[in-house]
């Protein structure tokens, strides 16, 4: 039958678990077996039509380690409900002391009080779910009937519908609705089938289950949705993992497991614990903590963590947790993680490569330095032999000579102190901190830009006036920031210009 394929599928998105798929026996003729979170109804036109389905499906149910509710009909009492149903579980009456079942009046579940309060109803339905998966059943089943309505009740009621359904399609519950033909319209069948995954009808004197052509389209939807959801989530290069509330994995894509050395299946329901390093000193992180955070809006933005390999390892990754809004579940996070192995491994490398290069051109530089300031120290030698020869000479020109070989011996050795600079400045080292003139930094720091900027059209202007400018620091980097400062002003002034002359 269609309508299990399409529950069955419908429930393999609920995100409670893999349990979902299982399917159950209804121990209704016509109908088969259903899966968790059918939400069924019945038409009747008389009581033994409706005991026809209800001892059935509550046999069932109890044979199966299912906690059963019964909420009885007006025309059916608690009385005669438990008289038909001990005739196919003869030993009721033992399940009854024990709590496995219970059978209701309509007045003690739906009419507690004047009027019907839909909320306080879809609370007991999830108060007793929860006793009874913390007793050790397997799942629920339920059926109430609705012969109890009148008119000015009917809109509350459909309402009701809407709000329990989300919670039997998210559970391991099963659900039997049961309607008289009396009671309904035809505006009212088509609101009650509207609500519900089929509909038992009785025709030709078999029970025949006829499905929801709106809740069909809408699961076949639902499972288009789901596959292009699978595909994209299982193709994604990210980790994705879903947690509930407790932080057990509910779903997880195949890099996620990847990401950290286990199986697909060893991650579904294990505690996303199993991921989370330990935090500051030995106490490891309980994922409790990690939803405390994402509570506190700690993930509006991605961050980074070290979580942990199935080897013991360390994983860097970088993670944001946002939460699945889906009312009247329990709260799911999904944790989107990727992985900062590679990337930590290229800036290793980028740092190795930077500190190489570095490493290079301090070699070369003190190899240039070496080789050029050999023969700079040779030509201020001979420049001063020649100046010293011309000193001896008496008339102007000799005076004139002597003053152009004196600027010639600054010019070398200031060649020489510039080849000096850069040399402490292309060098790695530790920081030297030692007592320093600013305007001696300033000053040595200009001569390493002077070309820079004369190929600018720069003119460097130095107005060095400082009452005190000694300082304590390491030379060479004070010199690398101001070159780095006085750069970035020669290119500054050097795209203003250019605006100014229409080329920007």
């Excluded at 009385?79 to 009721?92: D, F, G, N, W």
């Excluded at 614990?273 to 990690?290: A, C, F, Q, T, Y």
């Excluded at 060479?476 to 290119?491: G, W």
Aim: charged letters at 25%; a neutral charge; proline letters at 2%.
């Amino acid at each position: 039958m269609n309508f299990h394929a399409a529950r069955a599928l419908k429930a393999t998105v609920t995100l409670t678990g893999a349990n979902r798929e299982q399917l159950r026996p209804s121990g209704i003729k016509g109908l088969g077996d259903v899966p968790w979170g059918a939400h069924l109804c019945q038409f009747y036109e008389s009581d033994s039509e409706l005991l026809e389905i209800l001892v059935p499906y509550f046999a069932a149910g109890l044979a199966s380690n299912e906690f059963c509710m019964w909420i009885t009909s007006e025309t059916i009492s608690r009385s005669r409900a438990i008289e038909a149903l001990q005739k196919a579980v003869p030993q009721l009456p033992v399940l009854l002391d024990e709590g496995r079942v219970q059978i209701l009046d309509f007045r003690d579940w739906y009419k507690l009080t004047d009027n019907f309060d839909s909320g306080r109803v879809c609370l007991g339905w999830s108060g007793r779910y929860e006793a009874a998966l913390a007793r050790g059943f397997e799942g629920m089943r339920v059926s109430g009937d609705t012969s109890w309505l009148n008119e000015d009740e009917w809109e509350d009621f459909v309402h009701y519908e809407d709000q329990v359904d989300p919670l039997i399609g998210s559970s391991r519950i099963i659900a039997l609705c049961t309607y008289s033909v009396t009671a309904c319209d035809t505006t009212k069948t088509c609101e009650v089938l509207s609500s519900h995954d089929c509909a038992l009808v009785r025709r030709g004197g078999h029970w025949r289950a006829i499905e929801s052509y709106g809740r069909r389209r809408a699961e076949q939807a639902l499972r288009e949705s789901e596959v292009r959801l699978r595909a994209t989530i299982g193709s994604a290069s990210d980790g994705i993992i879903t947690v509930d509330e407790n932080g057990e994995v509910t779903l997880a894509n195949p890099a996620a497991a990847a990401m950290f050395g286990y199986k697909l299946e060893e991650l579904l329901g294990e505690s996303i614990g199993l991921l989370l390093e330990r935090g500051r000193g030995s106490r490891r992180r309980r994922p409790v903590d990690l939803l405390k955070i994402a509570d506190r809006g700690y993930f509006e933005r991605r961050r980074e963590f070290g979580w942990r390999h199935k080897d013991g390892s360390t994983v860097p990754v970088e993670c944001a947790v946002s939460e699945i809004g889906l009312e009247r579940l329990r709260r799911h996070f999904v944790i989107c993680v990727q992985d900062l192995t590679e990337r930590r491994r290229a800036e290793a490398r980028i740092r190795q490569l930077h500190s190489d290069r570095l490493l290079a051109m301090g070699g070369m530089a003190t190899t240039l330095a070496h080789e050029i300031n050999q023969p700079l120290t040779a030509t201020a030698a001979y420049l001063n032999a020649a100046r010293r020869t011309i000193a001896r000479m008496s008339d102007s020109r000799a005076r004139a000579a002597e003053e152009a070989l004196e600027r010639a011996c600054g010019q070398v050795l200031r060649a020489g102190g510039i080849i000096r600079h850069m040399r402490e400045f292309i060098a790695r080292s530790e920081p030297n901190k030692t007592r320093e003139r600013l305007h001696a930094l300033i000053g040595a720091a200009c001569e390493l830009t002077s070309a820079t900027a004369s190929h600018a059209d720069v003119r460097l202007v130095l107005d060095l006036q400082a009452e005190h400018d000694t300082i304590i620091g390491d030379a060479v980097q004070l010199k690398q920031v101001i070159v780095n400062l006085v750069r970035n002003a020669i290119e500054a002034l050097r795209a203003v210009e250019g605006c100014r002359r229409g080329s920007c």
